[in-house]
């Protein structure tokens, strides 16, 4: 290269382009909400879980460059919902976990104190998405006791079959959503293809898939479909036969039984101090069922087992909920050869709207119609909490009533809320990849967390 070609160097200029500045970052409080070094004492023994059993293992000689505070979720698909965890790793080893919820906020149940109680249902059955009918349910029960009424014996009858039916269809997203995450695709295509036929009964009872608005105070909003025992009946013939296949598919599978058996393991003095309920519960060995110890709608009156588990790992949690819909099924095929004739809701009509048909022939009827469904029926001043089994737990509904066609306070019991308080427990000292098991095994439903 010759002088005469040789250039200078390329001289950089610095150049200002409108709307190019630096943003100004304003500061928040969500670092509240982050582990921090400085916790108290109490803190700490909190999130490490020596308040009932130190789990915790630390290597005192781990430096801090040894460790790691990482985030999964909120928006990760093995969390099953708008769940954010914090988990600090001594490199594949989970030490610590901490749950940070509150990215859905329904506010559901402060609208229901902006809706009628006649309008209540159609709320709360938007809550636990998977369980619908158990959110109707401890509702109308709720405002049951209120009225101090009680539903005609074929209503009671269409709300055990109803709620068992949704209990197995919600086990089916659990068993399908914990093989999906652990790599197990099969087990997520059969157990949502058993569910469709279960949702079609129920389109085909209330109208819809989901947030039926069918349970409600004084009955259910419809009598059974015709043809509803044969319906039934195929979903009784059929279901025994692919549950054996769910069986012959992973009981013996060495990969299942690797990635399930002790792993996520709560104690059952655990549970009982967290206040767990549901299959995580008996899963520990806790024998303890609102079917059997506080019964509703006359589910006294069936024969079915109470499935419990002795380990309180991933293992025992499906196990029981695979036990669970055999015992569910029990249950719907008395409810269908024993079902009630008569009524499916009460006959008072400060209550109940009147036939469709009278609409048509009677003045009164359209004038009593128009006004229950605009102004509501009133209920007596009081408060009471009922509970239900949900397929996640105890499911309850604390009402105040002053009078008015309005509630004046309404709060849930959302067992998701609570069984959640167990992950940090159940992943200490656990490997980062048992992370996704542990999660579904609890079958946590976000919109049961953020009410």
């Known amino acids: 290269m010759t002088d005469e070609t040789k250039k200078e160097p390329t001289e950089i ?25 400085d916790e108290t004492p109490d803190r700490l023994d909190s999130q490490f879980g020596r308040v009932v059993d130190d789990d915790y293992l630390f290597d005192d000689e781990a430096t801090d460059d040894e460790r790691m505070i990482i985030n999964m979720g909120p928006q990760h698909p093995s969390t ?5 965890l914090q988990i600090e790793l001594e490199g594949e080893v989970i030490r610590r ?29 938007r809550m636990d998405y998977l369980a619908p009918f158990h959110e109707e349910l401890a509702f109308s029960l709720a405002v049951e006791t209120l009225l101090d009424i009680e539903v005609p014996p074929r209503a009671a009858a269409i709300r055990v079959l109803m709620t068992e039916l949704n209990r197995v269809s919600s086990h089916l997203v659990a068993l399908a ?80 039984l690797s990635r399930t058996k002790g792993v996520g393991v709560i104690s059952s003095e655990e549970a009982i101090a967290f206040s767990i309920t549901g299959p995580a519960l008996r899963a520990a060995g806790v024998d303890w069922d609102l079917r059997k110890v506080f019964p509703y709608s006359g589910i006294e009156n069936y024969e079915f087992d109470v499935p419990i588990g002795e380990n309180g790992d991933v293992y025992d949690r499906y196990r029981v909920r695979i036990d669970e819909m055999w015992e569910s099924l029990k249950i719907v095929e008395q409810v269908m050869d024993g ?48 509970a239900v089994e949900s397929p996640r737990g105890e499911l309850g509904c604390y009402l105040v009533s002053d009078g008015e066609a309005i509630p004046y306070r309404m709060h849930t019991r959302g067992p998701s809320f609570y069984n959640l308080q167990s992950l940090p427990i159940a992943m200490a000292d656990s490997l980062m990849a048992d992370t996704v098991a542990t999660i579904a095994s609890i079958d946590p439903v976000m919109g049961d967390v953020d009410r």
Do not use: C
């Not at 970052?25 to 670092?31: F, N």
């Not at 990215?103 to 109680?117: C, D, R």
């Open 339 to 386: 079902m009630p004739k008569g009524d499916f809701r009460v006959g008072d009509r400060k209550i109940t709207p009147p036939p469709r048909a009278r609409i048509d022939e009677s003045m009164e009827a359209l004038i009593h119609h128009f006004k229950l469904f605009t102004e509501g029926f009133k209920v007596p001043p009081g408060e009471t909490y009922v």
């Open 177 to 256: 959503t914990n093989g999906l995450d652990m790599g197990a695709l099969s087990i997520f295509i059969y157990g949502f293809r058993e569910r469709e036929s279960i949702l079609d009964f129920f389109e085909k009872t209330t109208g819809l898939r989901m947030n039926h608005n069918y349970i409600r105070p004084g009955g259910v909003a419809a009598d059974l479909p015709p043809g509803w025992k044969d319906d039934v009946a195929g979903i009784l013939k059929d279901f025994p036969r692919r549950f054996d296949q769910y069986d012959d598919l992973l009981k013996e599978n060495p990969i299942w």
């Open 13 to 37: 200029v610095d150049v200002w382009v409108a709307g190019s500045e630096e943003p100004q970052i304003q500061p928040t409080d969500e670092g509240a909400q982050e582990i921090s070094a």
């Open 97 to 125: 976990t901490k749950l940070i919820i509150g990215y859905l906020h329904t506010g559901m149940e402060k609208t229901a104190e902006q809706l009628t109680f006649g309008q209540g249902p159609t709320n709360v059955t």
């Open 80 to 84: 099953h919902g708008v769940l954010r």
